[in-house]
């Protein structure tokens, strides 16, 4: 069990994390995979007093969260971040011709790890991939974008030395097990999908 007395946990990232946290009062945590952890941990460990935060933002890219760390996730004094983030950097260059280099994927991405590290080296970091279903076949126009940027996720997860959730492979293979079942336009999850995520982090957080 990682988590401990009184941790505050922070979700990081864009709508797959957004959920519409932010425009709908009742629904603090979202509608998605936040909110079925932040349930599962206060159903089963409620003890433990354990904080959740949302700080997913619909259409944010990694610059937007380099923005925004200070606020967003620092200032919370975080005893675990997870970031899922990266979709919006390569589906930007298709829909609005507003690219996002390798180059500039990695130095945003650095800048977010970098900073979390130097405001608290204990705080836990834990990455999510990237994905798309690519079942759906109009999310193949950025697949080879998101593929090189999902590259970067992995490698530097290798080289921070932090825990990495493959959701670039373990989504796909979900949707060939339950087609049309796991997102709704290859980019969101459908409730399947938040609870596949979700179920990722739980035993993350148990392992």
């Not at 996730?73 to 950097?89: A, E, Q, Y």
């Not at 999310?139 to 974008?145: E, G, I, Q, R």
């Not at 992995?154 to 079942?181: C, N, R, S, T, V």
Request: with cysteine; glycine share 4%; aromatic share 10%.
């Amino acid at each position: 069990m990682k988590l401990k007395q009184n941790d505050v946990v922070v979700f990081f990232g864009d709508s797959v994390t957004d959920t519409c946290h932010q425009v709908k009062q009742d629904y603090p945590y979202g509608s998605g995979y936040v909110n079925m952890v932040d349930s599962h941990i206060n159903t089963n460990y409620c003890d433990l007093n354990v904080r959740v935060w949302n700080k997913g933002i619909n259409g944010n890219r990694t610059k937007d969260l380099v923005a925004r760390v200070k606020e967003d996730v620092l200032d919370l004094h975080p005893n675990m971040v997870f970031i899922l983030i990266g979709v919006n950097d390569a589906w930007r260059s298709y829909d609005q011709n507003d690219p996002t280099s390798v180059e500039q994927f990695v130095k945003n991405y650095k800048t977010i790890l970098d900073a979390i590290r130097a405001a608290d080296t204990t705080t836990q970091i834990v990455m999510m991939s990237p994905f798309i279903i690519p079942s759906v076949e109009w999310v193949l126009n950025f697949k080879d974008d998101l593929d090189e940027k999902t590259k970067v996720v992995i490698d530097l997860a290798k080289e921070y030395q932090i825990p990495l959730i493959p959701l670039h492979e373990l989504m796909p293979q979900y949707d060939q097990k339950l087609p049309g079942m796991v997102s709704f336009d290859g980019v969101h999850p459908s409730v399947v999908g938040h609870a596949l995520i979700a179920q990722q982090i739980i035993q993350y957080l148990l392992g």
